[in-house]
C-alpha cells in the first residue's frame, strides 16, 4: 500500500471491517481474460514492452480463477478474512507481452524506455509502475481450497486465445496480417459502429496513436462500444509488420466491409473525427463516402444505415471548450520546470501544419487565444505560425520566418505543436528540429524546446466521449 491509492483502500478496508457487517474483503491482482487483457493491447497495437524497468513486477489473475475464488468463498464464508486474489507467478510486462506476442504469432512490439513510455502515460498509468508488487496466493489456497485454473499467465493467456477463437472474439485468419473488418456491437437489433477517423500518413506514429485513442475509449466505456480506427488516406501502405503485425484500415474500405456484413438489418454508425478544425474530411471525404453505401443500400432494397458525426477537436462555434489548449499548457508547463533556469523570459510559439482552409487557421488561432489565457503571466508572450504555407497568406509567419518577426532571439521560447502525432516534421532530425538547430545556431542566448505531440492524451478521450453522446443524443 505504498501509493496513496493503496493507503486509501486500506484506509477503505479498515472502515468496512470495522462496520460489524460481514465482511470479506478480496485484494484483486491485474485482472485479464476474454476481450482485455495484455492480448487486447497487442490486438489495438497499444502493448508496451519497457526495456528499463525489470524489477517492476506484479500478479496477474485470469477472471475465471476470480470467479471460482468467490464461488468457494461463498461456500465457505469467513467474515474479516482478507484474500490476495493473485496467481502463482508475479511478472514484468515486458515478459508477459513477449510470451504473448508468441501464442498469438505476431511481432512484439519494439521495447522502449520508460522515459519515452512515461511521456504518453496518463497518472492512472504511471502509477502501476510505482511499486513492486510480489503477492502469495496461499490463503486462498489453504483456508479455501482453491486449485487454480491458471497458475501462471502462460497457462491463462493460451486459454484466453483459444476462449476467444471459439467465441470469434478474435478475427478467424491464418494470417496476423491479414485485413479484417472491423468489430461491431449489437444495440437494440441494431448493429452499432464507431469509426474514430484520422486523416492517414505514412509514418506509423498516427496511426498507433489512433490504436491508443480507441483503447483508451473502449476502457472508458467499459467495452461496450466497439471504436475502431480507420484512416481516410495512406495509412494501408503502412507494411503491417510496423504496426504490431495488424494491417491499418481506410475508412472507405473499412465502411464497405461493416455495411457488407449488416446488408440484412439497420446499421447505426457513429463518426468521431481526429481533426483539429473542420476539414475537408469532415464536411465533404466522409460525408460523400457514407452517400456512397447509403445509394448502395438503396439499390439493394436494405434499410438506410443511420449515422452521426461528431465535431472537431477546436470548434470555433464552441470556444468556451479549450481542453486542446489545456494539453498544450500542460505540457509547457513541464518544459517550463525542466528548463526553470533559462534567463531572458519564456515566450510561446504554437506552431500546426498550415492547412489551405481557412476555417481550420481559425481553430489554430482560436488555440493560441486559449494558451495564452490558460498561461496568463506565467510567460511572457503566446504567438502562432504555421510549418508550410501552401499558398495561403493567413498561414504567415511560417516558423523558418517566425523567431525574427516575433524578435525572439533570447531566453526560452516553447515551440507548443499543434500536431496530434508525429510525422516528418517532428522529432529528431525532423525538419522543425532543423529549423530550431538554425535559429539556435545564430542566436547564442536563445534556447527553444519543443513540446511532443498530442497523441493518445487523456484530455482527448475525455472530449471523444463528449463528442460520442453528443452525436447519439437524439438517437
Same mark, same amino acid.
Given at each position: 500500500a505504498g501509493t496513496c491509492r493503496g493507503l486509501l483502500r486500506v484506509q477503505t478496508e479498515a472502515q468496512w471491517l470495522q462496520s460489524g457487517l460481514p465482511v470479506h474483503v478480496f485484494r484483486v491482482g491485474g485482472i485479464y481474460g476474454p476481450g482485455?487483457?495484455?492480448?487486447?493491447?497487442?490486438?489495438? =497495437?497499444?502493448?508496451? %514492452?519497457i526495456i528499463d524497468l525489470p524489477d517492476k513486477v506484479f500478479n496477474r489473475v485470469h477472471v475465471d480463477d476470480i470467479v471460482n475464488i468467490l464461488l468457494q468463498s461463498v461456500a465457505l464464508p469467513n467474515p474479516g478474512s482478507i484474500y490476495n486474489v493473485v496467481d502463482d507467478e508475479p511478472a514484468? =510486462?515486458?515478459?508477459?507481452? !513477449?510470451?504473448?506476442?508468441?501464442?498469438?504469432?505476431?511481432?512484439?512490439?519494439?521495447?522502449?524506455?520508460? &522515459?519515452?513510455?512515461?511521456? !504518453?502515460?496518463?497518472?492512472?498509468?504511471?502509477?502501476? *509502475?510505482?511499486?513492486? #508488487?510480489r503477492v502469495s496466493n496461499a490463503k486462498v489456497k489453504a483456508e479455501l481450497g482453491v486449485a487454480f485454473l491458471y497458475p501462471t499467465y502462460r497457462e491463462g493467456l493460451a486459454a484466453q486465445l483459444a476462449q476467444e477463437a471459439d467465441d470469434d472474439i478474435l478475427p478467424a485468419s491464418t494470417s496476423p496480417h491479414a485485413a479484417q473488418p472491423p468489430l461491431t456491437s449489437r %444495440?437494440?437489433?441494431?448493429?452499432?459502429?464507431?469509426?474514430?477517423?484520422?486523416?492517414?500518413?505514412?509514418?506509423?506514429?498516427? *496511426?498507433?496513436?489512433? %490504436?491508443?485513442?480507441?483503447? /483508451?475509449?473502449?476502457?472508458?466505456?467499459?467495452?461496450?462500444?466497439? *471504436?475502431?480506427?480507420?484512416?481516410?488516406?495512406?495509412?494501408?501502405?503502412?507494411?503491417?509488420?510496423q504496426l504490431h503485425g495488424e494491417p491499418a484500415q481506410l475508412f472507405d474500405a473499412a465502411l464497405a466491409a461493416v455495411t457488407s456484413a449488416a446488408a440484412m438489418g439497420p446499421l447505426d454508425l457513429v463518426i468521431l473525427?481526429?481533426?483539429?478544425? /473542420?476539414?475537408?474530411a469532415i464536411t465533404e471525404f466522409i460525408p460523400t463516402t457514407i452517400d456512397a453505401a447509403q445509394r448502395t443500400r438503396s439499390a439493394h432494397n436494405v434499410p438506410a444505415l443511420r449515422y452521426?458525426?461528431?465535431?472537431?477537436?477546436?470548434?470555433?462555434? #464552441?470556444?468556451?471548450? /479549450?481542453?486542446?489548449? %489545456?494539453?498544450?499548457?500542460? #505540457?509547457?508547463?513541464?518544459?517550463c520546470t525542466k528548463h526553470q533556469d533559462a534567463a531572458g523570459g519564456v515566450r510561446v510559439l504554437v506552431v500546426d501544419h498550415g492547412t489551405a482552409n481557412k476555417e481550420v487557421h481559425l481553430s489554430r488561432d482560436l488555440i493560441g487565444s486559449q494558451l495564452a489565457k490558460l498561461l496568463g503571466n506565467t510567460?511572457?508572450?503566446?504567438? !502562432?505560425?504555421?510549418?508550410?504555407?501552401?499558398? #495561403?497568406?493567413?498561414?504567415?509567419?511560417?516558423?523558418? !520566418? &517566425? *523567431?525574427?518577426?516575433?524578435?525572439?532571439?533570447?531566453?526560452?521560447?516553447?515551440?507548443?505543436?499543434?500536431?496530434?502525432s508525429s510525422d516528418q516534421h517532428t522529432?529528431?532530425?525532423?525538419?522543425?528540429?532543423?529549423?530550431?538547430?538554425?535559429?539556435? &545556431?545564430?542566436?547564442? /542566448?536563445?534556447?527553444?524546446?519543443?513540446?511532443?505531440?498530442?497523441?493518445?492524451h487523456p484530455i482527448l478521450t475525455d472530449m471523444l466521449t463528449d463528442r460520442y453522446f453528443e452525436a447519439i443524443k437524439d438517437w
Open positions: 482485455r487483457g495484455v492480448i487486447a493491447q497487442i490486438q489495438q =497495437g497499444v502493448a508496451r %514492452r514484468t =510486462g515486458f515478459d508477459v507481452v !513477449t510470451y504473448a506476442c508468441g501464442l498469438m504469432q505476431v511481432p512484439p512490439p519494439s521495447p522502449i524506455s520508460w &522515459a519515452d513510455a512515461e511521456a !504518453t502515460m496518463s497518472a492512472m498509468g504511471k502509477s502501476f *509502475f510505482e511499486e513492486t #508488487k %444495440r437494440r437489433g441494431r448493429t452499432h459502429v464507431c469509426f474514430v477517423v484520422n486523416r492517414g500518413a505514412l509514418k506509423t506514429e498516427p *496511426f498507433l496513436d489512433l %490504436r491508443a485513442v480507441c483503447a /483508451n475509449l473502449t476502457r472508458r466505456f467499459d467495452g461496450c462500444v466497439q *471504436f475502431v480506427p480507420v484512416s481516410c488516406s495512406l495509412s494501408d501502405q503502412i507494411p503491417p509488420s473525427p481526429l481533426f483539429i478544425g /473542420n476539414s475537408g452521426s458525426m461528431g465535431r472537431c477537436l477546436v470548434d470555433i462555434s #464552441k470556444p468556451s471548450d /479549450n481542453r486542446v489548449a %489545456r494539453i498544450l499548457a500542460l #505540457k509547457v508547463h513541464a518544459l510567460v511572457d508572450a503566446v504567438e !502562432t505560425a504555421s510549418m508550410e504555407g501552401l499558398g #495561403k497568406d493567413f498561414n504567415e509567419p511560417l516558423l523558418a !520566418t &517566425a *523567431f525574427d518577426q516575433y524578435e525572439m532571439h533570447s531566453g526560452l521560447v516553447i515551440v507548443a505543436l499543434l500536431y496530434l522529432g529528431a532530425g525532423g525538419d522543425i528540429d532543423g529549423i530550431v538547430q538554425r535559429i539556435k &545556431a545564430s542566436h547564442p /542566448n536563445l534556447d527553444v524546446a519543443v513540446t511532443s505531440p498530442l497523441g493518445s
